[in-house]
């Protein structure tokens, strides 16, 4: 029996008839195009119980901040969380006391003073060096050329790993994602893939934490192994499952940041026109994009004991999914809310990077590579989507375009 079985069990779903909108939503429509759907119920039902997920999705504003904020009443520390499985316990799958105390030795390493100063430079630099890379063949799929090379290199360099071969730590990636994902589809135990995955990363981390001399890195410093630094309260266990944790959000959301936001200045020539005569408006089009299209759609909570969110009656151990797809248009926040603006003024009250107590330590180092990515990408002369392969952002969880093919001039 699965978890999500013995959730069923437990706690069967509410009458459907209270619910209808969601009960017509199916997996395949959250995939493809939700946000018609997580309007409707933006509207008539911002906490609706979803059968395609056997639980309940939160598309309005305040009340996803309200739960995002309230780690007492909706917690990830629950054992269908599909990443602690595979990783271990991690300040991601952790609340409380224990949340603070693994997220804590990494604070101060990923605030914006720190990654701008041992990290601007190299962002900007990898960025420049794959836009020039691709240049000369006039198209190119920004994911496979810019995107995902400089989520990868960023977050390689940022752990310590930057003399590992690229492929190999795309491969790490690959294999934890995979196990995670069919964990979390409920298709069986960690596999063997993915937990080999996890062996090998973690001796390469356990290096890094353990190496007296060689370049510093975030990971190092966060586990206060170094030169003599004090000890932080976590084990090397602990501080690699962190690691683990950073580098996934690293690589796939930051990837999706980047294929989005250059798709939104391409869908919209206004727009991309404002951006290319005025270039400091490049961190406004990344905060709008994130608005309208956050790499990370959902986030998961567990109800820990009986509440009423929104007119909903939400029981003791339910599934709470916090749709930041649809939040990030919720009209009474965002005026014209489906209109791309990179001149929006409240662009940065979306909630992409979550909110609360587990809001993305990473914030600052994916908005660096996003903008450094799209200030490369404008210096390429007649940049423009490639008509004869469209682009269109996919994902239940993740959402970012699978492909995203651009033309210019040589």
Known sequence: MTFRDQNREAHPGPDRDHFPVGAAITVADLDYDP??????????????????????????HDLAVAVMRDSAAFTVDDPRFSTAR??????????????????????????????YARLAAFVTAEADRLVAAMWPAGAADARRGLAGPLAVAVVAEALGLGDTDPATVLDWYGAIVGSVSDLAADRGEVGVAGATAFRSLSERLDAVIGAAEGPPSLLADAAGARRGGAGTGLSAREAISNAAV???????TTEGMIGNV????????????????????????????????????????????DVRLGGAAI?????????????????AVFPDPNAFDVRRPNARANLAFAHGPHFCLGIHLARLEAQAAVHAVLHLSGLRLDPERPAAPRGLVFRKPPSLHLLWDT
């Open 35 to 60: 946000h018609p759907w997580l309007a409707r119920l933006r509207d008539t039902e911002p906490v609706s119980w979803l059968p395609a997920l056997n639980g309940w999705l939160v598309t309005r």
């Open 262 to 305: 250059i798709l939104h200045l391409l869908s919209h020539p206004a727009q991309l026109a404002l951006v290319k005569a005025d270039e400091s408006l490049v961190p406004g089009a990344v905060e709008e994009s994130l608005r309208l299209e956050p790499a990370a759609a959902v986030v998961d909570r567990y109800a820990t004991h």
């Open 315 to 331: 029981r003791r151990g339910d599934l709470v999914t916090v749709s930041l797809a649809g939040a990030g248009r919720d009209p």
């Open 86 to 115: 595979v990783v271990g316990p991690s300040m991601l799958s952790l609340d409380g006391a224990e949340h603070g105390r693994h997220r804590a030795p990494f604070t101060r390493g990923f605030g914006r003073g720190e990654i």
């Open 246 to 252: 950073i580098m996934f959000g690293g690589i796939e």
